[in-house]
Each structure stands twice: as C-alpha cells, then as structure tokens.
C-alpha cells in the first residue's frame, strides 16, 4: 500500500517584480521594531505601496492590533470588494488579504520564524508574494525560505476520500525584489526539499516501509540526482561479516540491507566524508519487548538513514565539492521466533565480539557494523554518524539541542557553527574515559551496554560507537529528542523533523571544514 499522492514542496521563485505587481492573491509584508523615533513598529519594504494601492493604512492596523513585532508574529488584513483587482497592472488576479509579519530583532532565526509563520498562515493560497527579501541577507533569506517550506510538510495521506475544508500548503513563493538573488533562493529551496525528502521516509508508516523498501527509496534518489547505489541484501551481509545487522534483523521476516550511496564530484577535493545512519524500519525492542506507548512512534526510529539520504539527494545540487558517501544500515527490529537474545555473543564487521545485553539497545550494533566497515574499506577522512539512539540523550538535553560528540575539537566546531546558521542546534558532550570500564564484559570482548552503572546512557552509547571509528576523525550525532517532535512549532511538524539534514548541508556546502573559521 502507497499513498496515492505525495504533497509536494511549496515553490519559490525569485522575482525581480515589486510587490503589487507580482500577480498573487495573498500578499506578505515585513514589520520590525521600531527605531528610536517613538514608533512601536514599523513596516518594511513594500508596506507603504500596498496601502496606497489597495486602500488600506497598515501602521494604523498595527497600532490597532497592538502589534509588538515579535518574530513570526501574524497579523491578517482581509482586503474588501473596494480593493481588489489591484494585484496586478491589469487587474486580473484580486488582492484577498495581506499578512503582516513580525521579524523580531532580524536575526536568520527570526526569518525562519517568520517563514513558518507565512506558510501556515497561507495554507490552502495558491500564490503568496512577499517583499521581506528586499532588506534581508541571504543568511536571512534563505532562513526565511527553509521556514517557509517545512512549516507545512504533510505526506501524502491513506485516506480513501479528501477531508472536507483541508487546506494543503501553499503552492508557490513568490519573493519579490529577489531577481538578482537566484542562487540564495536556489540553495535554500533544494535544503528544504531534501529534509522534506528525508521527512518523507520518516513519515511513511512501518507496514510500508521495511529495509528493502527503504533500498528501493535510495535506488529511486540515486537515479534523480546522479549517484552510485550499492545495496546488499541479507546474504551478502551475512557472509561478509556484517554481524550486527544480521543479528538485528534476525527476527524479522523483512531481512536487513545495507544501503551505500556515494557522490563523487568531477574535481573533488579533500576530505572524502562517510555519513553513516541508522535505519531501523521500526523498532518493537526485539526481545528486550518496549511498553506500548514506546512503540507508536518506532516508524521514526530510521531517522538517521533518512537524514542521510536526505543530505546525499542535494550534494550534487548544491554544487559540495568533496565526496560523500552515505551509508544506511536497515533493519526491522522484531521479537521473531529466530531473534537474537539477550546474552548473545555476536561478531561485527572488524571482529569484535559483543555481548548482547539489551535487544533494544540495537541501534548501536547496526552502527557499529557501517562504521567498522567505512573504516576498513572506504578510507574516510570524516566518519559522521546519525542516529535516534537514546532517550538518556533527550532526558539531558530535551527536544532542542541534539547530542554531539567527537573525537576532533575541529569538527565539533564546525558542526555546531553550521547547526545555528542552519537552525539545528547541537550540543557538545564529553567522551569520558572514566565510564569506558562500564562497557566491560565478562566473556566479549566488549558489551553494547553498560554492564556496570555508571548513568550517562548517551555517553557509554557513544563510547561503544568510538571503538568502531578507531583513528578516523569522527563525530556522533544523538538526534533521539531533536528527531520528533510531540507537535508542532516553527519550521517543525508534529512527528519526525528529518533534524540534522540541514546542519549537514551547511556544513558540507562550506566545504565540510574540520574548524570553526
């Protein structure tokens, strides 16, 4: 079963037209705090041309309403039958209303507010034209665009009919006094697009989506952007060592893959990155079985892989000119006749024995395996993994800052720098070799969890991981909190954010740099 349709992406083109002339039936129009002449607020470009042409006295609305700036914060101005037929020089298309939008202290996050804000507010518009590009940067810009097109993601639904009254996003952008900036909208609009993608997948229900599908996904974005897809099914993985992912798809009837999509651009530079992420296709805990509640919202629990592919379905869009290989590790999660066991010994891909304390702790041995293998035959630069892998992470850090960890003090830098121009923040944590005996085992050569209670369940998590980086620069990404969300808020949606998509953008698009500068 598909969803017969998927909602695409809302469009945006840069115009080089004013605002009044842009042929849209819902116009938007900056507001910023005022200056030091006494005025509360003020308006931005455009704002006086639209009250002359259509009748209307904006800065007394604002007064009115009290308004106070804030960013994203809305104020709706219908427009009556007295001032319509003045959206364009002829008069063709009506003028319905102007959205007023607050853009705080003007801060690219500010823009992304305001973004998200004018999408939802212009849910079920055809055609929105705005002028808040005329005094934005393009950090600013393409935070505005990259809020604007998330605000109002939605798969495709299951339903046999269409809701009554459901307003789909708004279908195009139009952002006037932008002609000369085409580039920064382009960049903007292809970031967007991929962590929808990436959302897209994370979205789709678990008895759709399974490995394989999954492999089927990645073939499908390897064709529409030029890049080389290898995947191996169950057999390969089982006969060249690939222990951890076998293991945890043993108990499933969906066998396991692993995903490899590479980019290699016509003059790539130094480094080579591996993105490597964690696909489980849904993740009942294996034997070690979750509570109920736990398991509703497992079709995430592959978010890593998605962002992963996600990254790698722009790279070459977005012109990055290092290469970049992106590795996902799938597999299903059940408690099958044939699961692995707590207590299990395993082997993952370098030869390191594991014994298997927890089976729900899986996604780290899946990890490990990508990881080990990277290591061994790919020769990395840059080892970066993603991963929803533990609720130790959100409990520390909540829902608005991802865990970072990393062996390099360089990257960590450029990681987190790229995270806040992105609007992805990350959080640095410390690898602390005082908890490295707590993953000692009696009979393994290492357990997957902690055998002796230490607390710090991301930090043992990410300590088990570091053993299969070895002397690659590395850096872990815990994106459990930052992975969902319980509803939603700003450029996020109720569900999976595809979080970490455009922090790797960015930071890939600088020319993935190992420092801040």
Known sequence: MRAESTIRPTEVVADARALMDAEAGVLAVPFSPGDDDGAQVRLGAGGDTVSAALGLDLAVVLDRERAKARAGEIVSVPVFEAGRGAGSPDGEVDVTKV??????????????????????????????????????????????????????????????SAVPGEKRPLRTLVLTGAGDRSQAVTVAATIAKATWTARDLVHTPSNVKDPAWLAEQARGIGDAHRL???VRDEKALASEGFGGIVAVGAGSQRPPRLIAMRYEPKRARSPHVVLVGKGITYDSGGLSL???????????????????????????ELGVGVRVTGLVAAAENLPGATAQRPGDVIRQYDGTSVEVINTDAEGRLVLADAMAYAVAELEPTVLIDVATLTGAATIGLGRSHAALYSTSDGLAAALTAAGDSAGERL???????????????????????????????SITAALFLQRFARDVTWAHLDIAGTGRADSASGE?????????????????EAGAPLDEG
């Open 427 to 457: 959080w640095r944590m410390p690898l602390v070799d005082d908890y490295r005996f707590a993953l000692d085992s009696a009979i393994a050569d290492i357990a997957h969890v902690e055998t002796t209670k230490v607390g710090g369940g």
């Open 290 to 316: 979750k509570p109920r509640e736990a398991m509703v919202p497992m079709k995430t629990d592959m978010s890593g892989g998605a962002v992963v592919m996600g990254v790698l379905s722009a790279v070459r």
């Open 99 to 160: 959205l007023l939008v607050g853009l705080g202290d003007r801060s690219p996050g500010a823009f992304r507010k305001a973004g998200a804000a004018v999408a939802r507010a212009a849910r079920g518009t055809e055609r929105l034209a705005t002028s808040v590009a005329v005094d934005a940067d393009d950090a600013s810009l393409r935070a505005f665009i990259e809020g604007a097109v998330l605000a109002t993601y939605a798969l495709g639904d299951y339903r046999g």
């Open 492 to 508: 996020l949606v109720k569900g999976g954010t595809a979080f970490g998509v455009r922090a790797l953008l960015y930071w890939l």
């Open 228 to 230: 080389d897809v290898r």
